[in-house]
């Protein structure tokens, strides 16, 4: 496998290492948009077989950087993997996103919850890994990921998307206990994950912590920041004499910044909604920060798009510690021409700044 990787401007950036310019990649940045993509997801037949094929994944993650000249891959896949090794039963229904089977309603189910056998009940996805790694040959890096405990457990309990995570905070609130043990098997399961994805290739792993957002003050650092704490505690450092950074990120989490950057992780992402510069001022030297830009200002035009990118830019100021990034996913009805434009301005733009 390639250790060398020609373009490692994205993983100087999260080190807060020198680099020549701000690095960009984007979140779902292998997805709806892309024609290609959805010609590849039609031949696969259904969204979770694409996951579940290392070949189309491969394919797929490759897409946006023959399109763009972004500074990252993400490997493709979904956070609910987990949740599915673990006998939930996950299915997709048309128009209605995910769902399962076997949700956690009741003591007897949350108490035989187990952790997946990795290596087994989620070997296409390492598979994944280590294709994509090697497909890539040493382009950029290949980042690895997971949904966070809370996240996935909110799935988990409300059997699918939420509008109010009534059940899932329900739970938390009348039987912390049984919250706490469905946390604890999950945490252990996504150290594991995580690690695994590591050992198959993955060169900077991210915690997408979707919906921390949703919780109070109190209840956000007991049910989801302690967890992720210990997921980031629990990771490979290092591999192969490298150094393997990490990212958390909270949607919806810019309250806690100061919290999140003591979690031990070489990176916070940030959603659009706080500015980069005052969290800049928050975080200080401890972390590198990735985001922010509203994923909505890809429907705009492409002088807008520009416009936007240099007050992300500018309000970060000098120095290297920002991987440029959107607030939060691309949208599937985003122009792929803007996308590029974005890129290139990120590129153009961000020289002066270093």
């Not at 024609?35 to 290392?54: H, I």
């Not at 006998?87 to 003591?107: A, C, I, Q, T, V």
């Not at 967890?227 to 290092?238: A, D, F, H, N």
Request: proline letters at 5%; hydrophobic letters at 40%; charged letters at 20%.
């Amino acid at each position: 496998m390639n250790f060398k990787v020609k373009n490692d401007t994205f993983l100087r950036a999260l080190l807060r290492q020198p680099t020549e310019y701000t690095p960009v990649w984007m979140m779902r940045q292998a997805g709806r948009y892309l024609p290609e993509y959805c010609a590849t997801r039609k031949r696969a037949g259904s969204f979770l077989e694409l996951c579940k094929s290392p070949d189309m994944a491969t394919e797929v993650t490759l897409q946006p950087l023959d399109r763009f000249p972004l500074d990252a891959a993400i490997l493709f896949s979904d956070i609910l993997t987990v949740p599915d090794a673990m006998g939930l039963g996950l299915y997709f229904s048309e128009g209605e996103g995910p769902k399962f089977k076997h949700p956690l309603r009741d003591e007897v189910a949350i108490k035989a919850l187990q952790v997946p056998d990795i290596g087994k009940d989620l070997k296409y996805v390492t598979d994944a890994v280590s294709q994509i790694r090697k497909a890539l040959d040493g382009r950029v890096p290949l980042i690895g990921f997971s949904g966070s405990p809370w996240t996935l457990s909110c799935y988990m309990v409300e059997g699918g998307s939420s509008d109010d995570y009534a059940k899932v905070k329900t739970l938390m609130y009348k039987e912390p206990k049984l919250m706490h043990h469905i946390l604890e098997v999950t945490t252990q399961s996504v150290i594991a994950y995580l690690n695994a994805q590591i050992e198959a290739g993955a060169q900077a792993v991210m915690i997408f912590d979707s919906w921390g957002g949703a919780l109070s003050h109190s209840a956000y650092h007991e049910f989801s920041l302690a967890y992720m704490q210990r997921i980031v505690e629990g990771l490979i450092k290092e591999k192969d004499g490298v150094r393997i950074p990490s990212v958390v990120f909270t949607k919806g989490g810019g309250l806690w910044i100061e919290s999140i950057a003591n979690t031990g992780c070489d990176a916070v992402g940030l959603d659009w909604t706080m500015d980069i510069g005052i969290a800049r001022q928050k975080v200080g030297e401890r972390v590198a920060l990735q985001g922010n830009i509203d994923p909505t200002v890809l429907f705009a035009t492409p002088d807008v798009i520009r416009v936007e990118v240099e007050k992300v830019l500018s309000s970060f100021g000098y120095g290297s510690g920002h991987v440029f990034n959107l607030g939060h996913g691309i949208s599937q009805f985003t122009n792929p021409d803007n996308a590029a434009a974005l890129v290139a301005a990120v590129h153009e733009f961000s020289k002066k700044y270093h």
